[in-house]
């Protein structure tokens, strides 16, 4: 097994491994558990997503697509963001 995502949260992990499964890939979301020993202090480079090396090819760009959803700007006067009538009253 390889990693193919080093993930900021359990959340992006869980995200990019659904993404890969759904694709027919399989993946395993490494280290999640350990976020919860850290306390208050803030720790990076724990949580992981690995696929078989078999896989590393086909995962590579929906990772890739998936980590550039994640890291763009949301533009907070979009209206897509807010549909549900109870954010959009905000």
């Not at 990693?3 to 490494?30: H, W």
């Not at 976020?35 to 992981?48: A, C, D, Q, R």
């Amino acid at each position: 097994m390889q990693i193919v995502y080093r993930a900021a949260t359990i959340i992006d992990a869980n995200l990019v491994k659904v993404a890969l499964e759904d694709a027919g890939i399989m993946a395993f979301v490494n280290g999640e558990f350990l976020t919860g020993g850290m306390g208050e202090l803030p720790v990076s480079g724990l949580v992981n997503v690995m696929v078989a090396n078999i896989d590393i090819e086909k995962a590579q760009p929906i990772v890739g697509e998936i980590d550039a959803a994640l890291r763009a700007e949301v533009d907070p006067t979009d209206g897509r963001f807010f549909d549900l009538p109870t954010l959009a009253a905000r």
